[in-house]
């Protein structure tokens, strides 16, 4: 078998899938099947499109590895060994060395909490950056008010944020508040920015008055009132104060002297209620003001009023008299009595003395309004993904009394990309605001509009729907499997379920997992292989039908380990390593019946499963062979031949072509040294057992002549040196 990796050095850009190839090429004259292993990374990172490469003969082929490094991964360099090797030969194999260099990416998100703040003077908004990407990252912090209105201020102004954490600056905004009317919006552009990430969300200050408006028209109706009692005491005054009536008058007419008729003795009043023509409640804040009709038809003003909250008012202290009526609100059509445009239509209103008119009602109609603003998708979305904004008038309830509810008003739905405007909407009323996209959560939230009101919606940001996966689990022959667990991971996302063993056998769901996301399904039971299935999840996907094929079984494994004389060798350790799984044995150090010294055996091994199975003996060179089983089975002769971790050197010194006894021969590698004799049987022979692979010097000394040869020891080397010494 021969390989080729391309390349052996790949850029990695987190999240992505990164595809190495390995070229195979079958140099054996039989079918073979290649598979691969991947150790230095995290396993669930690693898939395999194809398990087992199938070659004939002098045929070539390409055997892919996917590898998807989560998001947040360091930035870095990461040495990974890819072992390819033989499902029917586990001597045929190779390993290749791979560098993967994890690029970095820069990804954040920004959100503010609150978005929308109502206070006087200042206020303060929290700006949450998190940092999606894999390398620490500095965000320098802006808060900016386009009308130079507001001070705004942010703290820290650089922001440091750790991969797959997030960071909070707080931004603090103050300026002057208004004196009188309503609340006033004002807009707060915060960013945060690094690199080429320019990240900006708009935070909403509504600041309130110090004198709200209410007080104001309070205090303008009390003002009101005090002008005409003092007009009216003044002309009162003058008329007292002028000449006597001409006209004869009986002389004990004024006999009484002068008297003043107070104004409560004659004085009437009027009562009524405003409410909205779109909702039919009460409205608060109605300037209602009384004209009183003259004898030549003209108007003057005689008193006026403000309604309270349920809308009903009160005018009190009028003298008797025709009268027409006035309602003025911001926001609202001038209206007179009863529905009327002008004075001259209104209906003329008689108050006698001491007189009360109840029951003056009448409806007013807002000015249309409209609802602007924006709503935006995360950044995970396809970009120019529509969203359906719909608007819906909120109405009342049935009517107490029995008669049918009006007709419900028709939503108003616009397609967009960001923008939203809605224009000409009645009001006053309540509209309920629901933004909608595929794949993405709703949002549905209620605003109120007051008479002719722009309304303001703040950016609305949906977040992708939660997904599912379902799908059924089965055996080899088709059969659903229960008590089959399916754990569903993707970073720190870790969700579990398990196939029921009763009713629907073999299903499984899990859901509420955050999307889009990259999944890894896991599936799990005894005496059954597992399987690892890796998919993507797209924005609130509900992925169905992803099924699994569980191969249930063991193998087993038998051989034998000799010396390389052929010998069996007992007490060899066999140890059987795949994955998560690992087993040991040993071979037998005595004979038995159809077995010998030496052999072993090896069972339960979970299948399908590719085994490393490593033979260790003290005094001889670990020995690995690879083992693949796709279907239960057994694999006999799985055998090695073990080589001695140590040599010997043996040799016979001669002198003048015969045999020395006792000459003295040193065997040194530098540091130690050890010293032996020629012995006289086997005459002139020396012996160093257990000899550590190395190089050394051989020094053999005799009768004053002296030899020094240089050794190259390898493991399980018998090296024989004879050597021959001069003569004196």
Same mark, same amino acid.
């Given at each position: 078998?021969?390989?080729?990796?391309?390349?052996?050095?790949?850029?990695?850009?987190?999240?992505d899938?990164?595809i190495?190839?390995?070229?195979?090429?079958?140099?054996?004259?039989?079918?073979?099947?290649?598979?691969?292993?991947?150790?230095?990374?995290?396993p669930?990172?690693?898939q395999?499109?194809?398990?087992?490469?199938?070659?004939?003969?002098?045929?070539?082929?390409?055997?892919?590895?996917h590898?998807?490094?989560?998001?947040?991964t360091v930035?870095?360099?990461?040495?990974?060994?890819?072992?390819?090797?033989?499902?029917?030969?586990?001597?045929?194999?190779?390993?290749?060395?791979?560098?993967?260099?994890v690029?970095?990416? &820069?990804?954040?998100?920004l959100?503010?909490r609150?978005s929308?703040a109502?206070?006087?003077?200042?206020?303060?908004?929290?700006?949450?950056?998190?940092? /999606?990407?894999?390398?620490?990252?500095?965000?320098?912090?802006?808060a900016?008010?386009?009308?130079?209105?507001?001070?705004?201020?942010?703290?820290?102004?650089?922001?440091?944020?750790?991969?797959?954490?997030?960071?909070?600056?707080?931004?603090?905004?103050?300026?002057?508040?208004?004196?009188?009317?309503?609340?006033?919006?004002?807009?707060?552009?915060?960013?945060?920015?690094?690199g080429?990430?320019?990240?900006?969300?708009?935070?909403?200050?509504? &600041?309130?008055?110090?004198?709200?408006?209410?007080?104001?028209?309070?205090?303008?109706?009390?003002?009101?009132?005090?002008?005409?009692?003092?007009i009216?005491?003044?002309?009162v005054?003058?008329?007292?104060?002028?000449?006597?009536?001409?006209?004869?008058?009986?002389?004990?007419?004024?006999?009484?002297?002068v008297?003043?008729?107070p104004?409560?003795?004659v004085?009437?009043?009027?009562?009524?209620?405003?409410?909205?023509?779109?909702t039919?409640?009460?409205?608060?804040?109605?300037?209602?003001?009384?004209?009183r009709?003259?004898a030549?038809?003209?108007?003057?003003?005689?008193?006026?009023?403000?309604?309270?909250? /349920?809308?009903?008012y009160?005018?009190?202290s009028?003298l008797?008299?025709?009268?027409?009526?006035?309602?003025?609100a911001?926001?609202?059509?001038?209206?007179?009595?009863?529905?009327?445009?002008?004075?001259?239509?209104?209906?003329?209103?008689?108050?006698?003395?001491?007189g009360?008119?109840?029951?003056?009602d009448?409806?007013?109609?807002?000015?249309g309004?409209?609802?602007?603003?924006?709503?935006?998708?995360?950044?995970?979305?396809?970009?120019g993904?529509?969203?359906?904004?719909?608007?819906?008038?909120?109405v009342?309830?049935?009517?107490?009394?029995?008669?049918? $509810? $009006? $007709?419900?008003?028709?939503?108003?739905?616009?397609?967009?990309?960001?923008?939203?405007?809605?224009e000409?909407l009645?009001?006053?009323?309540?509209?309920?605001?629901?933004?909608?996209a595929?794949?993405?959560?709703?949002?549905?939230?209620?605003?109120?509009?007051?008479?002719? &009101?722009?309304?303001?919606?703040? *950016?609305?940001?949906?977040?992708a729907?939660?997904?599912?996966?379902s799908g *059924?689990?089965?055996?080899?022959?088709?059969?659903?499997?229960?008590?089959?667990?399916?754990?569903?991971?993707?970073g720190?996302?870790?969700?579990?379920?398990?196939?029921?063993?009763?009713?629907?056998?073999?299903?499984?769901?899990?859901?509420?997992?955050?999307?889009p996301r990259?999944?890894v399904?896991?599936?799990?039971t005894?005496?059954?292989?597992?399987?690892?299935?890796?998919l993507?999840?797209?924005?609130?996907?509900a992925?169905?039908?992803?099924?699994?094929?569980l191969t249930?079984?063991?193998?087993?494994?038998?051989?034998?380990?000799?010396?390389?004389g052929?010998?069996g060798?007992?007490?060899?350790?066999?140890?059987a390593?795949?994955? /998560?799984?690992?087993?040991?044995?040993a071979?037998?150090?005595?004979?038995?019946?159809?077995?010998?010294?030496?052999s072993?055996?090896?069972?339960?091994?979970?299948t399908?499963?590719?085994?490393a199975?490593?033979?260790s003996?003290?005094?001889y060179?670990?020995?690995?062979?690879?083992?693949?089983?796709?279907?239960?089975?057994?694999?006999? /002769?799985?055998?090695?031949?073990?080589?001695?971790?140590?040599?010997?050197i043996?040799?016979?010194v001669?002198?003048g072509?015969?045999?020395v006894?006792?000459?003295?021969?040193?065997?040194?590698?530098?540091? *130690?040294?050890?010293?032996?004799a020629?012995?006289?049987?086997?005459n002139?022979?020396?012996?160093?057992?257990?000899v550590?692979?190395?190089?050394?010097?051989?020094t053999?000394?005799?009768?004053g002549?002296?030899?020094?040869?240089?050794? &190259?020891?390898?493991?399980?080397?018998?090296?024989?040196?004879?050597?021959?010494?001069?003569?004196?």
């Amino acid at each position: 078998m021969r390989t080729e990796l391309h390349p052996p050095e790949v850029p990695v850009t987190p999240g992505d899938v990164t595809i190495i190839e390995i070229e195979v090429a079958n140099t054996a004259e039989v079918i073979d099947g290649v598979t691969a292993r991947v150790e230095g990374i995290d396993p669930t990172w690693v898939q395999f499109p194809t398990p087992v490469l199938s070659l004939f003969p002098e045929t070539t082929g390409t055997l892919p590895i996917h590898v998807r490094f989560p998001p947040t991964t360091v930035v870095g360099d990461y040495l990974v060994i890819i072992t390819v090797e033989s499902t029917i030969d586990p001597a045929r194999r190779s390993t290749h060395d791979l560098w993967l260099h994890v690029d970095p990416i &820069q990804s954040a998100t920004l959100r503010l909490r609150p978005s929308v703040a109502t206070k006087g003077k200042r206020a303060m908004f929290a700006a949450i950056v998190t940092n /999606d990407g894999n390398v620490t990252t500095d965000f320098t912090m802006t808060a900016v008010d386009e009308t130079r209105v507001l001070d705004c201020t942010a703290h820290p102004l650089t922001l440091t944020v750790l991969p797959g954490a997030a960071g909070v600056a707080e931004i603090q905004v103050r300026g002057p508040r208004p004196w009188f009317g309503q609340p006033i919006a004002r807009t707060v552009e915060i960013g945060a920015a690094t690199g080429d990430i320019r990240l900006r969300e708009v935070a909403t200050f509504n &600041q309130k008055p110090r004198i709200p408006r209410g007080l104001l028209t309070v205090a303008l109706l009390a003002g009101i009132v005090a002008l005409w009692a003092a007009i009216f005491l003044v002309g009162v005054d003058l008329i007292r104060g002028g000449n006597d009536p001409a006209k004869a008058v009986a002389v004990n007419f004024n006999s009484g002297g002068v008297q003043d008729v107070p104004l409560a003795a004659v004085a009437g009043s009027m009562l009524g209620k405003v409410t909205a023509t779109s909702t039919g409640e009460g409205l608060e804040r109605i300037t209602v003001e009384a004209f009183r009709v003259t004898a030549t038809g003209d108007t003057e003003l005689s008193g006026s009023a403000g309604t309270a909250e /349920d809308g009903t008012y009160t005018l009190a202290s009028l003298l008797p008299g025709s009268y027409v009526l006035r309602f003025t609100a911001e926001g609202f059509d001038e209206l007179w009595y009863p529905d009327a445009t002008t004075p001259a239509a209104a209906a003329p209103i008689e108050l006698d003395p001491l007189g009360e008119v109840p029951g003056l009602d009448v409806a007013m109609t807002g000015q249309g309004g409209s609802f602007v603003g924006t709503v935006e998708l995360p950044d995970s979305a396809v970009p120019g993904q529509p969203m359906t904004v719909t608007l819906t008038q909120l109405v009342e309830e049935a009517p107490q009394d029995g008669s049918p $509810p $009006p $007709p419900p008003p028709v939503p108003m739905v616009q397609e967009t990309t960001g923008p939203v405007s809605f224009e000409g909407l009645v009001t006053p009323a309540t509209y309920r605001v629901t933004v909608e996209a595929a794949g993405f959560e709703p949002q549905s939230f209620d605003q109120t509009l007051t008479g002719g &009101q722009t309304g303001v919606l703040n *950016t609305v940001r949906l977040g992708a729907a939660t997904g599912s996966i379902s799908g *059924t689990v089965r055996s080899s022959d088709g059969a659903p499997l229960g008590n089959v667990k399916v754990t569903v991971t993707s970073g720190d996302i870790e969700k579990e379920a398990t196939t029921p063993t009763a009713g629907n056998v073999g299903s499984f769901l899990v859901d509420g997992l955050d999307t889009p996301r990259t999944y890894v399904l896991t599936f799990e039971t005894a005496g059954f292989s597992s399987q690892t299935i890796a998919l993507d999840l797209g924005a609130g996907e509900a992925r169905a039908g992803v099924d699994a094929v569980l191969t249930g079984g063991t193998g087993s494994i038998t051989g034998t380990a000799t010396d390389a004389g052929g010998s069996g060798l007992g007490g060899v350790v066999v140890t059987a390593t795949g994955g /998560d799984f690992s087993a040991d044995t040993a071979t037998l150090t005595t004979a038995g019946a159809g077995v010998g010294v030496g052999s072993y055996t090896m069972s339960d091994l979970p299948t399908p499963g590719f085994y490393a199975v490593t033979f260790s003996l003290s005094g001889y060179v670990s020995e690995t062979r690879s083992v693949g089983f796709l279907v239960p089975g057994r694999q006999s /002769d799985v055998s090695v031949v073990m080589r001695r971790s140590d040599a010997t050197i043996i040799g016979t010194v001669r002198q003048g072509g015969q045999p020395v006894v006792g000459a003295a021969v040193q065997l040194s590698d530098g540091l *130690t040294s050890r010293t032996t004799a020629t012995a006289s049987v086997p005459n002139g022979g020396y012996t160093f057992t257990g000899v550590t692979p190395g190089s050394y010097t051989l020094t053999v000394t005799s009768s004053g002549v002296r030899r020094i040869l240089l050794v &190259q020891v390898l493991a399980g080397d018998a090296l024989v040196r004879d050597v021959a010494l001069g003569v004196p």
